[in-house]
């Protein structure tokens, strides 16, 4: 019988995707057969399956760190905020329904029973199961309606380890209270991880003696603060994205993802920002866009509301602008359909517009479908078939016009066909994942350090193999952190 062990912690963000992540590394490295699991994810970060499923990001990322292939058991239960229209509801991979928030938890009983088939699939397949709660447990005006915490913790009977996040204040109080406003669970907490921690650890000792003594449940670690770890946040909305700007020396080349109201898939420019001679800032200010070289306009949830955004800041105006001073403007799914001349929504997927204009930089038009496409895909770029790529599509929009920027291939329907458009220096694509691609990063990069009279660099860095250093690097630091031995008895192990 699979062993199990459930991570919980007292907030959202507080680092418990980080902390499955490695101790399924660890697991993986010492020969165990693990996955991960969460059953239910809400997060505008998501990545298609090989058979077309989407789930959340973070599970796809644990699973290449478990080493296992990702598939839709791992996360059954996906929730896409999706502004005023409510919750855009993912089941099994696939698009079930957008709900408000009452509609929603009257769906409870057949999302348990979704949530409890996906739990079997993956019992029946692995050794080991490390299951990922979501935000609080302790959330007890929710328990009767609970699927993703406690629920899937008591079905299991799965022991428990509570995280607790020092760095926003309070991790004695939050910690203690979480468990004592659970009582009836008393018996499936089995220890606490303090995470986030800046200082020295003796400092803690007798505050981490108090509660061991008020909780009867033991200290398994104490994580130090880590900063960088190289793992994409689950949050689109995060301050960490808000602010973010890559402080780099002499970097030539400065690249502005415009920083969209409903981002997704923000991860699709994480390779980018560890090139050694971009500078990346997300950003709606119009300094910054004024100043770059790039400009990128990612994906978006709620796509005509973010146009509307950019045309009520004028950044529309702005970036019409600079295509003419031959900034190179990129449009990514969402961005790609911003980009063109119109939106039409005859079925008011998105929007209640039937119609809008779009920044009309490419001499495209896209329509939108309530079904929605979800793909891995492969191909190359059509001016240089060198250059090959790889990703995945999730839209619901269809782009009409002179494509032909990448010829792909739909991997889990074997359709070969046109993506994308490049207009002089604008061009964009449906593609998420594309800057994974080493060499069509240098080949974006590269001509904007000729354009400086800069030599172009044949080669920086593997991105495949610079995300399993990241994994690797979090496994270790955690492990050293962690009573591990501990936590394997506490699993079963």
């Not at 348990?112 to 299951?131: A, G, N, P, Q, R």
């Not at 009867?216 to 770890?229: I, Q, R």
């Not at 800057?435 to 000729?450: A, G, K, T």
């Not at 495949?464 to 250093?469: F, G, V």
């Amino acid at each position: 019988m699979a062993k199990l062990l459930m991570i919980q912690g007292t907030s959202s963000n507080c680092g418990k995707s980080l902390i499955v992540n490695a101790l399924c590394r660890i697991a993986k490295n010492r020969g165990i057969k693990v996955a991960p699991f969460k059953a239910q994810n809400m997060s505008l970060q998501s990545f298609v399956t090989e058979d077309g499923g989407e789930i959340g990001l973070a599970q796809a990322i644990q699973a290449e760190a478990a080493g296992v292939v990702p598939n839709v058991h791992m996360n059954p239960v996906l929730l896409k905020p999706s502004g005023q229209q409510g919750i855009q509801i993912v089941v099994q991979g696939k698009l079930y329904k957008t709900l408000n928030s009452q509609e929603f938890h009257r769906e409870n009983k057949k999302l348990w029973d979704v949530v409890k088939y996906s739990i079997d699939c993956l019992l029946k397949k692995h050794d080991f199961l490390i299951i990922e709660g979501a935000g609080s447990p302790a959330e007890i005006n929710l328990l009767d309606r609970d699927i993703v915490n406690m629920a899937v913790a008591e079905y299991l009977k799965a022991p428990v380890i509570l995280v607790g996040d020092i760095d926003r204040g309070g991790v004695f109080a939050s910690l203690y209270g979480t468990v004592k406003l659970l009582e009836k669970y008393d018996n499936l907490f089995k220890g606490f991880i303090i995470n986030k921690f800046r200082g020295y650890v003796e400092i803690l000792l007798p505050g981490i003696k108090k509660l061991e003594e008020l909780i009867n449940k033991p200290c398994l670690g104490v994580v130090p603060y880590l900063g960088e770890t190289g793992i994409s946040d689950e949050d689109g909305v995060s301050m960490t994205l808000t602010n973010f700007v890559t402080q780099k020396v002499d970097a030539p080349i400065k690249i502005v993802v415009v920083r969209l109201r409903y981002i997704s898939n923000f991860n699709d420019f994480e390779p980018l920002r560890f090139e050694p001679d971009i500078e990346l800032i997300y950003s709606l200010r119009k300094e910054d866009l004024l100043t770059a070289d790039i400009i990128i306009i990612p994906g978006s949830k709620k796509t005509f509301e973010d146009l509307k955004l950019l045309k009520e800041l004028k950044i529309d105006e702005t970036l019409r602008k600079l295509a003419k001073n031959g900034v190179e403007i990129i449009g990514i799914c969402g961005g790609l359909q911003m980009l063109g001349e119109k939106l039409v929504d005859p079925y008011m997927v998105e929007s209640s517009l039937r119609e809008f204009d779009g920044i009309g930089l490419l001499p495209v038009e896209t329509v939108f479908y309530p079904e929605k496409i979800t793909t891995q895909v492969e191909g190359y770029l059509c001016s240089e078939p060198s250059i090959k790529i790889t990703g995945y599509e999730i839209h619901k929009g269809i782009t009409h016009g002179p494509l032909g920027l990448f010829k792909i291939t739909r991997t889990s329907i074997k359709q070969i066909l046109f993506d994308g458009i490049v207009c002089e220096n604008v061009w964009g694509t449906y593609i998420h994942g594309v800057f994974e691609s080493d060499s069509l990063r240098r080949w974006l990069i590269n001509r904007h350090r000729v354009k400086k009279g800069l030599s172009p660099i044949d080669y920086s860095f593997s991105w495949k193999k610079l995300k399993e250093s990241f994994i690797d690097n979090l496994a270790n630091t955690i492990e050293k952190n962690l009573n591990i031995n501990r936590v394997w008895e506490i699993a079963g192990l």
